[in-house]
């Protein structure tokens, strides 16, 4: 069986050179080592920039290609001895066995100097490694148009622990109760120290599911839904769809991955929304065949994900300005093709997770200036609560970010539009 140090190091390999998301690759760790693991692979993704350098200072030259997985042995073992409470000897010991058994002895050597250095001098290194940005260059372009104070804040989020949030079906108060948890302006639940979801109360009764404060808020902008004709275009795994059911919405959804559409259908089945009407295809190819007329679309388009990071930090390391521009060509696509199947006067809400302004706040600038048939409906603190962060942009639209603490631990990125089909 594969040691858990072993095992995190290969996954951090195969995140950040095949671009991976960490939560595809959790069924590669055995049950047992999974609160060790997510803890090391977690705190390597978010000192990354910080872990390299370090780790580049006491190297002469670099680690031969072929041996790659003994940078990631390294910069693991150096994560644990700064960051973790795992007593020094297990860390470099193993470390130096591992890279002996996967690489060469030599480097076996180098790594057992390199380690003991850095706890020789680990208090200095700590202080070196604050002062080090968590974000990567290449990330910091996709922040353009964001002022140096936001990107400063933005940049301390990185190390913010997010809490779990939760999106009831009825009695907020009541459920916020029994959980012991903070209600926010919005209504979501927020629990600072949970314990696993399924050991929640009421989790088999369906009476709620996890879903971060700001990704709950574009179905709550789309007002009252309640009979109407709503099709979510892009739905899996379902957290806006359980919203659209739990206001009385007539709901179809659908999504390009059957697998991941099954997994929206187990959700609903759980919550006791049994009445959603589900489509594996493309989006595309729906709308462009246009087979029915909606009263609502709810486009949660696919994104770079970069507004998630501070719940998964390898986007800080594998997403990048051209991730955005791609994905915005194809959201460009979707936008357009949304008025085959949205009826006059009808309200098309346009939300992304990604802090990119080329997914968000461009997107929609571009796509209103050649569709003078829709105009925005500005979203109100009666929509989605009152903050006292600057949720809500001067144009009505939406734009949530890392650091809002108005949710204290924050929240993640989006964009969100509403807009209606006025000819
Ligand atoms: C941002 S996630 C949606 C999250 C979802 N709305 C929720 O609240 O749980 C984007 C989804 O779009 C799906 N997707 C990507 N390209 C698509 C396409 N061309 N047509 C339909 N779905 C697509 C992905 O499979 C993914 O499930």
């Known amino acids: 069986m594969i040691n858990p140090r072993l095992n995190s190091a290969k996954i951090i390999q195969k995140i950040l050179e095949e671009k991976v998301f960490f939560g595809d690759l959790k069924k590669q760790i055995p049950e047992k080592d999974l609160p060790f693991c997510n803890m090391l692979i977690l705190t390597v993704l978010r000192r990354l920039t910080a872990l390299r350098q370090i780790l580049h200072g006491f190297l002469n030259k670099k680690i031969p290609n072929k041996h790659r997985l003994a940078e990631y042995l390294l910069i693991s073992a150096i994560a644990e001895i700064l960051y973790m409470q795992t007593a020094e000897y297990a860390v470099i010991n193993e470390t130096v066995k591992n890279i002996r058994n996967t690489c060469d002895k030599f480097l076996g050597g180098l790594a057992n100097a390199v380690l003991r250095k850095v706890c020789a001098q680990k208090k200095e290194l700590l202080q070196t490694a604050e002062k080090i940005s968590p974000l990567p260059d290449s990330f910091v372009e996709l922040l353009a148009g964001y002022e140096a104070a936001q990107v400063r804040q933005i940049s301390a989020s990185v190390m913010q622990q997010p809490p779990l949030d939760i999106t009831a079906k009825g009695d907020v108060a009541a459920l916020a109760q029994k959980m012991k948890a903070d209600v926010l302006p919005n209504g979501s639940l927020r629990l600072y120290d949970a314990p696993k979801v399924q050991q929640l109360p009421e989790y088999n009764a369906g009476a709620w599911w996890v879903q971060d404060v700001a990704a709950s808020l574009p179905v709550l902008a789309m007002g009252d839904v309640a009979g109407k004709k709503?099709?979510?275009?892009?739905?899996?795994?379902?957290?806006?769809?359980?919203?659209?059911?739990?206001?009385?919405?007539?709901?179809?959804a659908?999504?390009?991955?059957?697998?991941?559409?099954?997994?929206?259908?187990?959700?609903?089945?759980?919550?006791?929304?049994?009445?959603?009407?589900?489509?594996?295809?493309?989006?595309?190819?729906?709308?462009?065949?246009?087979?029915?007329?909606?009263?609502?679309?709810?486009?949660?388009?696919?994104?770079?994900?970069?507004?998630?990071?501070?719940?998964?930090?390898?986007?800080?390391?594998?997403?990048?300005?051209?991730?955005?521009?791609?994905?915005?060509?194809?959201?460009?696509?979707?936008?357009?093709?949304?008025?085959?199947?949205?009826?006059?006067?009808?309200?098309?809400?346009?939300?992304?997770?990604?802090?990119?302004?080329?997914?968000?706040?461009?997107?929609?600038?571009?796509?209103?200036?050649?569709h003078q048939n829709y105009k925005i409906v500005p979203i109100t603190a009666a929509d989605i609560g009152a903050w006292h962060d600057a949720l809500i942009l001067k144009n009505g639209t939406v734009r949530t970010l890392p650091y809002y603490a108005g949710a204290q631990k924050g929240m993640d990125s989006f964009f969100i539009c509403k807009m209606q089909r006025i000819i």
Do not use: W
Not at 287 to 300: C, E, G, M, N, V
Not at 311 to 334: C, F, G, M, S, T
Not at 350 to 366: F, K, P
């Open 230 to 252: 709503v099709i979510d275009l892009c739905a899996a795994p379902g957290g806006k769809t359980a919203q659209l059911c739990a206001k009385g919405a007539d709901v179809t």
């Open 254 to 370: 659908l999504d390009i991955s059957e697998a991941r559409l099954e997994t929206l259908r187990q959700n609903m089945q759980r919550l006791g929304f049994d009445k959603v009407k589900t489509q594996a295809i493309d989006a595309l190819e729906y709308l462009r065949s246009a087979p029915a007329q909606f009263d609502a679309i709810l486009l949660d388009a696919p994104c770079s994900a970069t507004g998630t990071f501070r719940r998964h930090p390898e986007v800080l390391h594998i997403k990048n300005r051209q991730d955005a521009v791609e994905q915005a060509a194809l959201q460009k696509e979707l936008l357009e093709l949304c008025e085959n199947v949205l009826k006059v006067g009808g309200i098309l809400l346009y939300s992304v997770c990604s802090i990119s302004q080329i997914e968000g706040e461009r997107q929609i600038d571009a796509f209103l200036q050649t």
